[in-house]
């Protein structure tokens, strides 16, 4: 089954890619977080090892996944993800945190 999510990127990823605040792509099978950056990297390959890093695919440390106003960076990449996301109808957001004191 394939799946057409909704991604909200911040604006430096944005401008990297050349594209607008929300991008929709395709995901095959079970949508989840793992599944949904595999989709990214292979339309907008220019984000690889952006979000993750290209050899662990970890997420990087400045970089937070909010999912149904829930933070879901800590989470399994491998979980699935609420219907609410796998059915379009709840963007997936990728957001770049602020470090500093």
């Known amino acids: 089954m394939n799946s057409m999510i909704r991604i909200i990127l911040p604006q430096h990823l944005r401008t990297l890619a050349n594209v607008g605040r929300e991008v929709q792509l395709e995901v095959r099978g079970v949508v989840t977080t793992a599944s949904i950056l595999d989709a990214i990297e292979?339309?907008?390959?220019m984000l690889r090892g952006t979000?993750?890093?290209?050899?662990?695919h970890?997420?990087?440390?400045?970089?937070?996944?909010?999912?149904?106003?829930e933070d879901?960076?800590?989470e399994s990449p491998d979980k699935p993800l609420p219907e609410a996301v796998a059915?379009?109808?709840e963007p997936f957001f990728i957001i770049g945190a602020i470090a500093g004191g």
């Open 87 to 89: 059915a379009g109808n």
């Open 42 to 45: 292979s339309r907008y390959p």
């Open 58 to 69: 970890l997420r990087r440390p400045l970089v937070r996944f909010f999912v149904c106003q």
């Open 51 to 56: 979000i993750r890093d290209h050899v662990t």
């Open 72 to 74: 879901w960076s800590n």
